[in-house]
């Protein structure tokens, strides 16, 4: 089995969704002043990897969870709901 359309597979895509909406809570560098590489905020330069991160775990799920049958169906060229 491989991890796309797994079970195990949809389950890492929920847990990496939590644990982004976990981290989007970055209230650790809230108070903090310092520059990374001289000239970007900690917390500005946070959310820029957040941002990647974000969308490396859409770029994921779109590859394991993305429901088959519904392109099966358009693939089909039937009309109606799948």
């Known amino acids: ?3 796309q359309s797994s079970p195990n597979g949809r389950r890492l ?14 209230f650790w560098w809230w108070d903090n002043r310092k520059l990374v590489l001289g000239f970007m905020p900690i917390g500005l330069f946070y ?10 775990v859409w770029a994921l799920a779109s590859r394991v969870a993305w429901p088959e ?14």
Do not use: N, Y
């Not at 847990?15 to 976990?22: D, E, K, N, S, W």
């Not at 959310?47 to 490396?56: D, P």
């Open 47 to 56: 959310h820029a990897c957040f941002s990647v991160a974000a969308g490396l």
């Open 69 to 82: 049958e519904i392109e099966a169906w358009a693939a089909s060229g039937e009309g109606g709901a799948p």
């Open 13 to 26: 895509i929920w847990f990496l969704v939590a644990a982004l909406f976990v981290l989007h809570q970055d």
């Open 1 to 3: 089995m491989t991890l």
